[in-house]
């Protein structure tokens, strides 16, 4: 087999990982409603990210963000609590995010089960191409550092939060699993408990000439919502972590052209890839209470979960890796409420320290 053509092969399996998630969707099982459960107040709120200021695709600096309040919050008016940030997936807002991981019902049953209390806040960052990345861009905006600062600050401002970095958890789905990757590794400093679900992207991704065909036509912004999931996705990678600010409309470089791979492309998207840069974070790795990371038996992504288990023994970092029985999306709601509110109940800080 060629390289090239083993190339093609390994990109087109990260795309089906995708795929499968797109297809999948309404196909999530869902906890049974817990009798007597308290219901969770849901507010939808917009805040002002100014680390998107300026971003060339023009995508929103304004962003739609759901925050879940525990039922005593309204009650208890000198209680405060811990906050879990939760990241959506690729080619999903923060509003189909509450379907798929179905809160707040899972939300309430949870509490009614036993977890402690907490803030659950799901932001949006879908962008022109379907999904930020969570990376830091000109083209579509520092989406890093809205969720670790603009968002943070806006509820610790506007909520009763134990506003400090072991009171703070951070989750996240595929590509929301790779941005509580990213985002856990370089802010150590904000958040305290990590929960990695199914990530996708964590390992260096080749280039794939025949997705990359479809793109040739593509050229003006409103080109990209004609394409099919794949070469979209290509379009959201690249003008996350290869941005070009002299190449307009699209404000991007692709990892080809005229099909052959470009090798100074490809090395931007090393860099931006978990698993070649997780070795500059050990320190900060070090410093949570809790990580977790877990992933179906039949994920295209079980691989690069269990080597960023590995990564993390390697520094002999604790850690919980789990697979379970289902694919990239059949477990999401269930696994939200009966795993990773359990895990956030038993790592963050619940009480507020006195000064």
């Not at 402690?116 to 579509?140: A, C, Q």
Request: glycine share 8%; proline share 6%; aromatic share 10%.
């Amino acid at each position: 087999m060629t390289c090239s053509k083993l190339l093609s092969l390994m990109a087109i399996s990260i795309g089906m990982s995708f795929g499968t998630r797109l297809s999948a969707q309404v196909q999530t099982d869902v906890p049974a409603i817990v009798t007597g459960a308290k219901p969770v107040a849901v507010e939808r709120v917009r805040i002002h990210g100014a680390a998107l200021e300026g971003n060339l695709e023009g995508d929103a600096v304004d962003r739609d963000v759901f925050v879940f309040l525990p039922p005593s919050y309204a009650k208890e008016k000198a209680r405060r609590y811990p906050v879990v940030y939760a990241l959506h997936g690729y080619s999903i807002g923060a509003e189909q995010w509450t379907h798929e991981i179905h809160v707040p019902q899972t939300l309430e049953g949870a509490f009614a089960l036993g977890v402690k209390e907490m803030i659950v806040v799901l932001p949006d960052s879908k962008t022109l191409h379907n999904g930020s990345m969570y990376s830091s861009s000109v083209t579509t905006g520092d989406f890093e550092n809205f969720i670790a600062h603009d968002v943070v600050a806006y509820v610790d401002a506007h909520y009763r939060t134990i506003a400090t970095r072991q009171s703070r958890g951070l989750v996240g789905h595929s590509m929301g699993g790779y941005g509580a990757t990213r985002i856990g590794l370089k802010h150590a400093d904000v958040f305290g408990s990590l929960y990695i679900m199914s990530p996708c992207c964590l390992s260096p991704r080749p280039a794939n000439p025949d997705v990359e065909k479809a793109l040739e036509a593509v050229k003006t912004p409103a080109d990209s919502a004609k394409l099919s999931f794949f070469p979209r996705a290509q379009l959201a990678t690249a003008a996350a972590w290869s941005p070009n600010p002299k190449k307009p409309p699209l404000y991007l470089d692709l990892p080809t052209k005229d099909g052959e791979p470009q090798p100074d492309v490809l090395a931007k998207w090393a860099a931006n890839a978990p698993l070649a840069f997780i070795d500059q974070y050990i320190g900060g790795l070090r410093r949570y209470h809790g990580i977790a990371i877990d992933v179906g038996d039949q994920d295209g992504l079980r691989a690069d979960a269990a080597m960023l288990h590995e990564a993390l023994d390697k520094y002999a970092i604790a850690n919980t890796f789990e697979v379970y029985a289902g694919t990239h999306t059949s477990k999401v709601a269930d696994r939200f409420q009966n795993h990773v509110l359990t895990f956030f109940s038993q790592s963050l800080r619940f009480e507020a320290r006195s000064r």
